[in-house]
């Protein structure tokens, strides 16, 4: 798989992050949610892309 198309899927799971930070971490401000979701966003695409890699070997 091109690495273009392998950054693409890993970026799809920032969303899937932000929206799970908004659901467990509930602040009526939106700070909080929106720091968790960055930083869990930092960790997981880096790992999706290296699962996705991986599957392909």
Known sequence: M???VR??????VAPVV???SVV???DPTG???VLV???GSVVAVPVAY???A???A
């Open 50 to 52: 290296r699962a996705i």
């Open 24 to 26: 467990l971490v509930p």
């Open 18 to 20: 932000l929206t799970l």
């Open 37 to 39: 979701g960055l930083g």
């Open 7 to 12: 950054v693409l899927l890993a970026l799809a």
């Open 2 to 4: 091109h690495p273009l």
């Open 31 to 33: 700070a909080l949610p």
């Open 54 to 56: 991986r599957a392909e």
